[in-house]
């Protein structure tokens, strides 16, 4: 069965940092990425990695303060977050693309999400 679990979501004030993880199971390795939704908004992008994570892509409102990361001996990704702002708050969820090596920022192509994580960053 495959699965995918975030954790690491928690309530910050700006300027800290967080960070969040997204363990697989289930699947092959493949695309992944983090995207997430504030509340009234529709879900948005965040950051992709590729699967051999030569390949990473970020949302200009995140470019220079998230990184995305993994690691697939241990079916792993991470989406360190600093200089966080409450803009930011959201429940943020990862995402699959098992067999694919691209990066993808497009909420369709991916197959398979977690249940999401809450990031409340207060001012």
């Known amino acids: 069965q495959v699965q995918l679990v975030e954790s690491g979501g928690g309530l910050v004030q700006a300027g800290d940092s967080l960070r969040l993880s997204c363990a697989g199971r289930g699947f092959s390795s493949g695309a992944m990425g983090w995207f997430r939704q504030a509340p009234g908004k529709e879900r948005e992008f965040v950051a992709t990695i590729s699967k051999s994570s030569s390949r990473t892509s970020y949302a200009d409102s995140v470019k220079g303060r998230f990184t995305i990361s993994r690691d697939n001996a241990k079916n792993m990704m991470y989406l360190q977050m600093n200089s966080l702002k409450p803009e930011d708050t959201a429940v943020y969820y990862c995402?699959?693309?098992?067999?694919?090596?691209?990066?993808?920022?497009?909420?369709?192509?991916?197959?398979?999400w977690g249940q999401g994580t809450q990031v409340t960053v207060s001012s």
């Open positions: 995402a699959s693309k098992p067999g694919y090596s691209g990066t993808y920022s497009r909420e369709s192509s991916y197959d398979y």
